[in-house]
């Protein structure tokens, strides 16, 4: 990859690799930069969104989900947020630490918060990758102007990618044959 740069202007397009790493390359126009690649064939780089990054299933609770439900989501410690949805829109979204305190049969809507855990989809991705490692949260959901769910953004331990829809397929896979597998060795012997 070649980069480009501009000394008149320091903004950057985001590019995620198939592995989920981010890569940035300076450019001068904000929404597309169109060129030849080094073997001649034309290219075209614009700015990533974090609809380009999101997952698009996301696990999700419903209106009358109460704090037990939550905590029984966050028995997989790969769940950082539970998002509570009525009508395809985003009630709360409810970490761990929101569940100190709060009583299992509470609504879990009413311990989690909507604000600073929301972005919206058209978002830049470097902007929001950025905002992510500094405040730090590691989940965002991904919402459209009327605040309807339309993903979630998950940032990997590194902050140097997200999580893709692929990912979150593997391990379901893996948590599925991983029992099945223990059970067989142990049958064997």
């Known amino acids: 990859m070649s980069s480009i740069e501009d000394p008149r202007d320091e903004r950057s397009v985001t590019q995620i690799s198939d592995d989920g790493v981010l890569a940035t390359v300076r450019c001068r126009d904000t929404v597309k930069l169109t060129g030849r690649a080094s073997s001649g064939s034309p290219m075209t780089i614009r700015r990533l969104t974090v609809a380009d990054a999101m997952i698009r299933s996301p696990k999700i609770c419903g209106p009358h989900a109460t704090v037990a439900d939550v905590r029984a989501l966050f028995v997989d410690d790969h769940v950082h947020a539970a998002l509570v949805v009525a009508d395809e829109r985003v009630l709360a979204v409810v970490e761990r630490g929101d569940l100190a305190g ?86 064997t012997t």
């Open 102 to 187: 709060a009583a299992d049969d509470q609504p879990a809507h009413e311990v989690g918060q909507v604000e600073g855990r929301t972005v919206e989809a058209e978002a830049d991705l470097e902007d929001t990758r950025r905002r992510m490692v500094t405040e730090p949260t590691r989940r965002l959901a991904v919402v459209d102007r009327q605040q309807a769910l339309l993903g979630l953004l998950c940032l990997k331990r590194t902050g140097r990618g997200f999580c893709s829809d692929a990912d979150v397929a593997a391990r379901a896979a893996d948590r599925e044959q991983g029992p099945a597998l223990v059970e067989r060795r142990e049958s």
